[in-house]
């Protein structure tokens, strides 16, 4: 079913681009055709993480005259968190962002199987 979809889309796209009932619909200023590459856009940021540990070691450092020794708890709450938030991002870079591959490897896939590059 869906290839017959796809059939009559390139059919109607045709009948667009020709110009057998006088002008041409559509006029376009470049090929219709897929680019083998892909935009190398860098992945959102994702949510800030370790707040309140900072917010807690900041608080303490302020009441203690920014003695490292005297938050030593603070700090080991906070560089826990760190760690385990850098564990986490890399667990979930190893999958894919969201369904989506990398744009590199999409590049990379795209040159190792290029599209046709005719017109419909």
């Known amino acids: ?3 017959q979809g796809g059939i009559l889309f390139q ?3 045709s009948r667009l681009l020709s110009g057998h009932n006088g002008k ?3 006029k376009p200023n470049r090929t219709l055709a897929l680019k ?3 935009a190398n856009r860098k992945p959102k940021k994702g949510e800030a993480t370790c707040i309140t ?3 807690f070691l900041m608080v303490c450092w302020k009441q203690n005259n920014f003695v490292d020794g005297l938050c030593s708890n603070e700090m080991n709450s906070f560089y826990s968190c760190v760690k385990k938030a850098a564990m986490k991002s890399k667990s979930d870079q190893t999958t894919s ?3 989506r591959l ?3 490897l999409a590049t990379t896939l ?5 599209n046709l590059r005719t017109e419909i």
């Not at 795209?110 to 290029?114: A, E, G, Q, T």
């Open 1 to 3: 079913m869906a290839a």
């Open 11 to 13: 059919e109607k796209v």
């Open 24 to 26: 041409p619909v559509l």
């Open 36 to 38: 083998d590459a892909v």
């Open 53 to 55: 540990e900072m917010s």
């Open 97 to 99: 962002q969201g369904g």
């Open 102 to 104: 990398h744009p590199k």
């Open 110 to 114: 795209l040159k190792r199987y290029p």
